[in-house]
């Protein structure tokens, strides 16, 4: 199999500010997370591991996620916070905004679905998965894996595999390389932002970019209804809000689900 990119071109491509991440690119692995996950006792410092296929990759609550060769841009990266996992609180909403954010600055019109997805036309385009680790030397600090799969191509096969629509952005085939030094770029500024000021730094970011804002959803557990109103952004925490009948409410992320009612 033959990779578009090379360690090398992608590194040269980075800003100063992402040049002290390790960039590892494979042709094929089980699960870019998976594989940091073990990993994160020998890491020396920030790490990217991207994958031109993963044969077993994982999404939120246990979903697997999909993935082709050429068909997605799949990647996860090790980045270790000194911070305690509570204070990790919103990460995957600021990730959200950044992926969004880099999106658009190739042309690719996306938006955010609380609290881990990244939209296209109302469709699902990219997914974010956040895993942690302790640092055994260092118990003052956290490893967190950031694991990202972004729709390139296929929409139409995914769709019918996976019984819902979802969106891809063929418009990057040829622009994977650029985008992905972007995404270091960015997330070599945003990571430490959030470790100074949190998901507070990125609110105002991610309600600008709400797809759902203003409109009438349910929020699910295992199928079932607990909350249905009005959706009215997030807040300093990441926690989404909830206009109800009975007044408005914060929901914590957890494994419940974001749908239309």
Not at 175 to 186: D, F, G, I, K, T
Request: one cysteine or more; glycine letters at 8%.
């Amino acid at each position: 199999m033959t990779l578009t990119a090379t360690s090398k071109t992608l590194a040269s491509l980075c800003e100063s500010s992402a040049q002290n991440i390790a960039i590892r690119i494979v042709a094929e692995t089980g699960s870019t997370n998976a594989d940091l996950l073990a990993e994160v006792a020998l890491l020396d410092g920030p790490t990217l591991l991207w994958a031109e296929s993963q044969t077993a990759g994982k999404g939120r609550a246990g979903r697997s996620w999909q993935s082709s060769a050429g068909a997605t841009l799949t990647f996860s990266l090790a980045w270790k916070f000194a911070l305690p996992v509570q204070a990790l609180a919103g990460l995957s909403l600021a990730v959200g905004v950044v992926v969004a954010e880099v999106l658009a600055s190739f042309g690719v019109a996306a938006s955010l679905k609380w609290p881990n997805d990244v939209l296209k036309d109302g469709d699902k385009l990219a997914g974010i998965l956040i895993e942690t680790a302790v640092d055994k030397s260092d118990r003052s600090a956290i490893w967190t894996i950031i694991g990202i799969g972004i729709n390139l191509a296929h929409a139409e096969q995914l769709s019918e595999q996976l019984a819902r629509p979802v969106a891809d952005a063929p418009e990057l085939l040829a622009q994977r390389e650029p985008v992905m030094a972007a995404l270091l770029n960015r997330f070599s500024v945003a990571l430490p932002v959030f470790e100074k000021n949190g998901f507070t730094a990125f609110a105002a970011a991610w309600n600008l970019l709400d797809a759902y804002a203003g409109r009438c959803v349910n929020i699910l557990d295992q199928g079932k209804i607990l909350h249905s109103g009005t959706a009215a952004g997030v807040d300093d925490a990441g926690r989404l809000l909830l206009d109800t009948a009975d007044g408005r409410i914060a929901i914590v992320a957890g494994d419940v689900s974001l749908r239309i009612a």
